[in-house]
């Protein structure tokens, strides 16, 4: 199955719908954070590695805070709220310069990391659904 990455539009804030809860049910805990782990380390290999922690300990804290986020919106602990509040993830990135290129690269890296998972097709496209749209809120340079 192909995932395929929509066009993103400057200044685009598209409706997102959360992910199945299939996705939490299937891959539990340790599958999200496995899954998200390993997206981490392809990014700290692409070219947009400048813009996540290089020190082991913080990218392992990065992960975690991330991991952390999909396991609640996938139907799981509502870990993050607990651990950092409410989400407000396009302010927490407001630091970072993500761009429409950067975008794609991080979207690859979760299409590389996506196959090493086992998710049955309507789980797996309701999560790429979920990334490619969350994932244009996230574009603050242009």
């Known amino acids: ?3 395929l990455i929509s ?3 400057p200044g685009e804030k598209p409706d997102v719908t959360l992910p199945s809860v299939k996705m939490f049910e299937i891959l539990g805990e340790e599958g999200i954070r496995t ?4 997206h981490y380390d392809l ?3 692409s070219e947009i ?3 996540f922690p290089k ?3 913080a990218l392992e804290k990065a ?3 991330s991991a952390d986020f999909f396991i609640q919106i996938c139907g799981g602990p ?6 950092r509040g409410k989400p407000m993830l396009n302010r927490r990135h407001l630091p970072f310069k993500i761009t429409a290129e950067g975008r794609l690269t991080w979207l690859e890296c979760y299409k590389t990391a996506l196959q090493k998972t086992n998710l049955p097709g309507e789980v797996l496209f309701s999560f790429w659904n979920y990334l490619d749209v969350f994932s244009k809120w996230m574009v603050n340079t242009y």
């Open 78 to 83: 509502m870990y993050f709220n607990k651990n």
């Open 49 to 51: 590695k400048d813009l």
């Open 55 to 57: 020190n082991p300990l």
């Open 43 to 45: 990014l700290a290999q």
């Open 63 to 65: 992960k975690e805070h």
């Open 7 to 9: 066009k993103y539009h």
């Open 1 to 3: 199955m192909e995932l």
């Open 35 to 38: 899954l998200v782990s390993n």
